[in-house]
Structure formats: C-alpha cells, structure tokens
C-alpha cells in the first residue's frame, strides 16, 4: 500500500487543449484522492483556464524551437533559460513530490529543474509519434507514460521506463461515454471541428460539400460547426442559403455532448480529439494537420482508422467532392457508421486518468521510500 502524500504534485503542459486537456483529467484524478496539484503552463493557457485554481496556475517563460536563424536560436535559449530559472525557484517553494510533463515546449523548464532538483519526473505524451519537446526530456526522466504502443519501438532503455496509460479525457468526457449512440439517423447529426489550427479548411470545404448532396439528403442533415469568428457569418449564411438546420459558432464548451449527440464527426485528429472520438465512440473523417513537423496528427488518424473508427483523409484530397462521396455514402448505410462507432469506442480507456495518477505515484512515493 502506497504511503499518504502530503506534497503537491507539479504538472507542466504547453498553453494548448491538446496539451492542457490531459494534465486537467489527471489534476481532477490526484484531487479526488486529496493530493494539490499545481500547474506550469505558459500564457496561451488562460484561454482554457477554469479546471485548476487560478493561485495553483503558474506561467513560466518558455519558447518553442523555429528555424535555425541564430538570433532565433540564441533568442529562444535565453528564454527557455530563463523559464528554467523560473521553474527551479517555483520548484524549490512548492516542494512536490513529482513533475509530470504533458509535451509542449513550455514543459522543458519545470521538468529539466526538476530532474536538477533530484525530483522524480515524468512524461505523458498524448501522440502515436513522441512529441520534440518529450523527445528531448525522455532520456532524462524517471517514467514516461504513452497513449499508444510500441513508441519506442528500438529503443530499449526508454522502453523499459514506459508506461501504457492512454490519454486522459476530461471528466465531461467521461460523463457523454455513457450516451449510447443514437440509433435513429433521422436527422444525421454531423459534427464538425477543427481546432486552433484547423477551423479555416472545414469553413472552407464543408458548406460547399453539404451543396453537393442531393435535396433530400440536405434536408435530413443537422449540422454543428466550429468557425473562426471571422467566418461564423458566411458558414451561417452558406447554410441558410441551403435550407440546411446548423448551429455555428467559434467555440463550444459542451463539444463532449454535442460529440456523443452525433452520427459524424468531421475533424482533425489532434491527440485529445483521437482520445475523445474514442472514448465516447463515435465515427469520423479525420483530416490530419498537413505541416506538423512529426506528422503527429497523420499517425493519430492511422490508429483510429486502423482500429476501424474511422476514415482518414490528407488535406490533399479532402475536397467538396469526396466528402459528398463519403457524406452520402454514410447516410445510405446507418449500420456502418453504428459498426464504426463500436470500433472507435474499443479503443477508448476511460480510466487513463486513473492509471496515469497510480504511475505518477508510484514514481512520487518509490522515491520518498527511498
């Protein structure tokens, strides 16, 4: 049995859903079991603020890594420098018992002070392909926890510290898991997101699409969409010119819900997005983000589709055109979006949280006993 922490657990996360999304289900996770958490994060993170209270959120400097221009790279140094400064005194105050980082460049400081602070550390990373800032932290960590498996395939030393966990989903997540698919696909319920990064081509791609179908079909369509705020109204007005039921907006803090209310998801396949669609199961066409360098979101998508929850679809081909094809087809057969649906959901691991909190503990704890 595992000794009573007393100390706080520090976790890192870039200021991005992606990245905050996880670290907040494991906050929620170690809070049910008493133990504080607190959060290093950058600035971008107020965005999405709320889960952690605003005296635990602590922004560090950081910067990520671009080109290799040397007053970029010396500007870069500098700051992550002074992140890592940042991040020891922080460390050196709160006194916690792990640092758990979540990816992102704005994990390096907290989690190399850590490693120089003699405090056990981790890595989560949420990706069928490991990220480059935990690709540089892996080596120097005491555990790393995966989404996906074989990540370090030929590389046994990593290997050997890694953990299976799955990526943790939000409690709100969790709680639409339980919604059982909606068997009546009158009206067909699509979905429609796509991210910091990619709200622009769905805006661009689907209302033209939704065009293409026949009358009969457009009526039975209902339509939720993600826009950036400069194109809500021409989404909205390229619907209503269709006669097509469709609520736009720039964000939706329910996504969960209208998730698990769907037939189809159209998106792309950032981490939390796959672990969602799973966890809740529910079909997609995902459109991977074409430029990541490590082509993270490419081999999230293949996972899914692999698993046989879903389609993917490179940028280069998603067109009007063949996501009518798809769209339609769909609708034409309820009982394989139903057969996609079950698939996607066996993938999920609704208690990722759980399993991520009994790894960060036992690295906590393993070395208090020491």
């Given at each position: 049995?595992?000794?009573?922490?007393?100390?706080?657990?520090l976790?890192?996360?870039?200021?991005?859903?992606?990245?905050?999304?996880?670290?907040?289900?494991?906050?929620?996770?170690?809070?049910?079991?008493?133990?504080?958490?607190?959060?290093a994060?950058?600035?971008?993170?107020?965005?999405?603020?709320?889960?952690?209270?605003e005296?635990?959120?602590?922004?560090?400097?950081?910067?990520?890594?671009?080109?290799?221009n040397?007053?970029t790279?010396?500007?870069?140094?500098?700051?992550?420098?002074?992140?890592?400064a940042?991040?020891?005194?922080?460390?050196?105050?709160?006194?916690?018992?792990?640092v758990?980082?979540?990816?992102?460049?704005?994990?390096?400081?907290?989690?190399?002070a850590?490693?120089?602070?003699?405090?056990?550390?981790?890595?989560?990373d949420?990706?069928?392909?490991i990220?480059?800032?935990?690709?540089?932290?892996?080596?120097?960590?005491?555990a790393?926890a995966?989404t996906?498996?074989?990540?370090?395939?030929?590389?046994?030393?990593?290997?050997a510290?890694?953990?299976?966990?799955g990526?943790?989903?939000?409690?709100?997540v969790?709680?639409?898991?339980?919604?059982?698919?909606?068997v009546?696909?009158d009206p067909?319920?699509?979905?429609?997101?796509?991210?910091?990064?990619?709200?622009?081509?769905?805006?661009e791609?689907?209302?033209?699409?939704?065009?293409?179908?026949?009358?009969a079909?457009?009526?039975?369509?209902?339509?939720?969409?993600?826009?950036?705020?400069?194109?809500?109204?021409?989404?909205?007005?390229?619907?209503?010119?269709?006669?097509?039921a469709?609520?736009?907006?720039?964000?939706?803090?329910?996504?969960?819900?209208?998730?698990?209310?769907?037939h189809?998801?159209?998106?792309?396949?950032?981490?939390s997005?796959?672990?969602?669609?799973?966890a809740i199961?529910?079909?997609?066409?995902?459109?991977?983000?074409?430029?990541?360098?490590d082509?993270?979101?490419?081999?999230?998508?293949?996972?899914?589709?692999?698993?046989?929850?879903?389609?993917?679809?490179?940028?280069?081909?998603?067109?009007p055109a063949?996501?009518?094809?798809?769209?339609?087809?769909?609708?034409?057969?309820?009982?394989?979006?139903?057969?996609?649906?079950?698939?996607?959901?066996?993938?999920?691991?609704?208690?990722?949280?759980?399993?991520?909190?009994?790894?960060?503990?036992?690295?906590?704890?393993?070395?208090?006993?020491?």
């Amino acid at each position: 049995m595992q000794a009573p922490l007393r100390a706080p657990i520090l976790v890192a996360a870039g200021g991005t859903g992606g990245h905050l999304f996880p670290a907040e289900a494991l906050a929620a996770a170690l809070a049910q079991r008493g133990i504080p958490v607190h959060l290093a994060t950058d600035r971008r993170a107020v965005r999405y603020g709320g889960a952690i209270a605003e005296d635990a959120v602590h922004v560090i400097t950081s910067a990520t890594l671009r080109g290799r221009n040397p007053i970029t790279l010396g500007r870069t140094a500098s700051l992550l420098g002074l992140g890592i400064a940042q991040a020891y005194m922080l460390i050196g105050r709160l006194k916690p018992a792990a640092v758990i980082g979540f990816g992102g460049y704005p994990t390096i400081p907290p989690v190399l002070a850590a490693s120089w602070y003699g405090v056990p550390s981790l890595i989560h990373d949420a990706n069928a392909v490991i990220g480059r800032a935990n690709r540089f932290l892996a080596p120097r960590v005491t555990a790393i926890a995966t989404t996906f498996p074989d990540l370090f395939g030929g590389e046994p030393a990593l290997a050997a510290k890694s953990t299976l966990t799955g990526n943790p989903v939000r409690p709100a997540v969790v709680a639409a898991a339980a919604i059982p698919f909606p068997v009546d696909s009158d009206p067909l319920r699509l979905l429609i997101f796509g991210g910091s990064q990619g709200a622009r081509i769905m805006a661009e791609i689907v209302p033209s699409t939704i065009g293409r179908l026949d009358a009969a079909l457009r009526a039975r369509l209902s339509i939720v969409q993600q826009a950036r705020e400069e194109d809500v109204a021409r989404v909205r007005d390229a619907y209503a010119k269709l006669a097509v039921a469709a609520e736009v907006a720039p964000f939706f803090p329910d996504l969960p819900v209208r998730m698990a209310a769907s037939h189809l998801v159209v998106s792309r396949s950032g981490a939390s997005t796959v672990a969602e669609l799973a966890a809740i199961g529910r079909p997609a066409i995902l459109v991977p983000l074409p430029h990541a360098l490590d082509q993270d979101q490419f081999a999230n998508a293949g996972m899914l589709e692999r698993a046989g929850g879903a389609i993917r679809m490179v940028q280069e081909i998603f067109t009007p055109a063949r996501l009518a094809d798809e769209i339609a087809a769909f609708a034409a057969a309820p009982a394989r979006l139903a057969a996609m649906a079950a698939a996607a959901r066996a993938l999920g691991r609704l208690d990722a949280a759980d399993r991520l909190a009994d790894l960060v503990l036992q690295v906590a704890t393993s070395s208090t006993n020491k």
